[in-house]
């Protein structure tokens, strides 16, 4: 270090770590639910809390946003949809590369061994509806490292 520089060899080499960090594209949620309504007043309530959502309708439009983008950070599904529900596209995650991907279940109508079957599946949650909005962005913010 000179007498002229304004940084320690260890501030430097922070710096430097920083500084060649991948510039990681933002998370976003994926809101799943075959009700329209639904899912975009869940995107809408998540976006006012500054959370980026993308949505889709079924499972599989779901699993065709899963395998086409990498920004997706958590998956928010509901259990009862048509023609697939919501634990067969959290079997199918779960079987994938993207295994790891933190879900969350919400349910209007859940029976207890749909609420064992989730949790077997290691998902973060699981929320009956209606959805509190406050406990959620929780929840969401904390799955993405988002400061609270």
Known sequence: MSDHDI???AEREALSAVMLEPDLPPQRVLIVDDDKD???LLAEILGLDGIRCM???SGEAAWDLLNSSSSIGLLITDLRMAPSNG???IRQVRGSTRAALPIIVMSGDAEAPDVIDAMHLSVVDFLLKPIDSVKL???VKRELGMAS
């Open 137 to 139: 962005a929780k929840m």
């Open 87 to 89: 634990l067969e596209l």
């Open 7 to 9: 940084l320690s060899d």
């Open 55 to 57: 949505t889709a309708e």
């Open 38 to 40: 639904a899912r975009e």
